[in-house]
């Protein structure tokens, strides 16, 4: 919150000090951007900045810069108005986007199901064949008396004709 405040302050004073410089309003308007631009850079180069967090970075840029340029026919409401709009899309986004995450954990941990897990030495390789699969989640179960929900194959020794599975039940 500091670097966004600070930044937001000085790019609002050094843009409201552009019309010294610069008497026209496209003048004011490349300045802004150059200085939108440094600003940018200094600023990326420090860390790694998530995106969300550069989205944020930006939308104080934009709107500190908007509010220090000198409007003549412009209304003061309209870019009240403006900013008003801005800020509330990234309130209102980021509340959703925080429930949409919640909602996903939720979901995701009510989806995942907890296995107990063992290894055993199975010899019968034929059975390891794709084509098997069901045919050896069923042997596996009759052989080890276990409700064998998924069989994963650990490694294959064909010298010893065994291989070692992990079973899930």
Known sequence: MFSLFLMGIVIFILGSMLPIVFNSFTGQLGMAIGLFAIFTILR????????????????????????????????????????????????????????????????????????????????????LKPQNKDALIKNVAEISGLDVKKVRIKKVDYREKIAILDIYY
């Open 44 to 127: 990326f180069r420090t860390r790694n900045l998530s995106v969300k967090d550069m989205a944020y970075f930006f939308t104080v840029i934009a709107i500190s810069a908007v509010n220090s340029f000198e409007w003549k026919d412009f209304p003061l409401l309209g870019i009240f108005i403006f900013n008003i709009i801005i800020i509330l899309s990234a309130f209102v986004s980021e509340i959703l986007l925080a429930r949409i995450a919640t909602k996903s954990k939720k979901d995701r941990k009510a989806k995942k199901v907890k296995y107990s897990t063992h290894p055993i030495i199975y010899d019968n390789l034929e059975m």
